[in-house]
């Protein structure tokens, strides 16, 4: 190839990149049908406290509820456009590769199996849990290490249940597990004194504890921590546009905390802020929903909806939430915490 045709194909492939670089998204599959039906349909659990549940009147909460919300907001312009399916942990991950949702928020830990075989991508951490173990306070257990033959009642088809089993093992304990397809018929049967102790995400330990409990101080949740669990939402595989939508939808919350702006701040912020990063998640100085085939103001609509990342933590589980769980390993990397979201721009 002479100079003139290497210059030509190169002159080529810079303007292909640059194209790549200014041009919208194409919408994918999952945004055109939703933008159809007018609504994200989202996978919650069938009810644990300050993560996903539902009142009496059908209205849901949480902190996987509200991550669902922002995606609606971001995506329709309205955080109510979502039509919630509870879900057990066995029915999760079939809903997801049928098509029945579009995302599944529902305390999920993201795990190599998962993500490599079940036809699903993770796509963020959204609270950083770990798996315990709860027992009566007026027993002799004060340490996962004194469980030695004990009955443990535990929910089936979850991390928690090969957990157990390799948790038993390594430190020849001998446990015996007590295994129940629902969560419900697992804690019922702990707090009937079926079990010697019931474990879960120390999470849902809190919640499982403050909502079932007839006494929450009756029972304590020992120290240790026996296993990683980073939970958070999944999408299909097979449409690259809708992972990295609700990716983003996430990453942007954690970065409005990063720098200021809430749910109250915002408008204000979108109007005179000139600090270059808030402008650019708040699409005064660049348009970044065109990349992702959605509008200027998505996180606008996204923070108007529920906050930022530590708003959302801080209404359904932090230290004032009747789950009264401490930030932790979930604050902002810059606070202590290993919350960390790459940059909108």
């Not at 003139?4 to 194209?19: E, N, Q, T, Y």
């Not at 430190?171 to 697992?186: D, R, S, T, W, Y």
């Not at 990342?309 to 990397?333: A, T």
Request: net charge positive; proline share 4%.
């Amino acid at each position: 190839m002479n100079f003139k045709a290497r210059k030509a194909v190169l002159g080529g492939l810079l303007a292909s990149a640059a194209f790549a670089v200014s041009a919208p998204a194409f919408a994918g599959k999952t945004l055109d049908a939703i933008k159809a039906r007018g609504q994200v349909v989202c996978g919650v659990n069938t009810g644990l406290a300050g993560f996903s549940q539902a009142d009496s009147n059908g209205n849901w909460s949480g902190l996987d509820v509200d991550i669902c919300r922002a995606i609606a907001a971001a995506v329709l312009g309205d955080g109510n456009k979502v039509k919630w399916v509870p879900l057990n942990a066995q029915q999760r991950f079939a809903a997801l590769q049928s098509g029945e949702i579009d995302v599944l928020s529902r305390n999920t830990t993201w795990t190599l199996t998962r993500d490599a075989s079940l036809g699903m991508f993770f796509t963020g951490v959204t609270y950083y849990d770990g798996q315990g173990f709860m027992v009566p306070a007026n027993g002799k257990i004060k340490s996962a290490k004194q469980l030695k033959g004990a009955t443990v009642c535990v929910q089936s088809g979850t991390t928690t249940e090969k957990n157990l089993t390799d948790f038993s093992r390594a430190n020849n304990l001998g446990i015996k597990p007590v295994v129940f397809e629902k969560v419900e018929a697992a804690t019922g049967a702990y707090f009937a004194g079926r079990c010697q102790a019931y474990t879960t995400d120390a999470s849902g330990l809190a919640s499982v504890r403050n909502k079932e409990a007839k006494n929450p101080a009756d029972h304590i949740i020992l120290p240790e921590l026996i296993s990683k669990e980073p939970l958070g939402p999944s999408v299909r595989r097979g449409d690259d546009e809708w992972f990295t939508i609700v990716k983003w939808v996430v990453f942007g919350l954690v970065e409005a905390e990063e720098y200021g702006i809430t749910q109250a701040n915002v408008l204000a912020e979108k109007a005179k802020s000139q600090d270059p990063v808030v402008m650019r998640i708040l699409g005064t100085s660049e348009d970044t929903g065109k990349l992702l085939g959605l509008d200027r103001d998505w996180m606008v609509n996204a923070i108007r909806t529920t906050g930022n990342y530590g708003e959302i933590f801080e209404r359904n589980v932090g230290p004032k939430s009747p789950l009264g769980l401490p930030r932790g390993v979930n604050n902002l990397w810059s606070k202590g915490g290993i919350m960390y979201a790459p940059p909108v721009r």
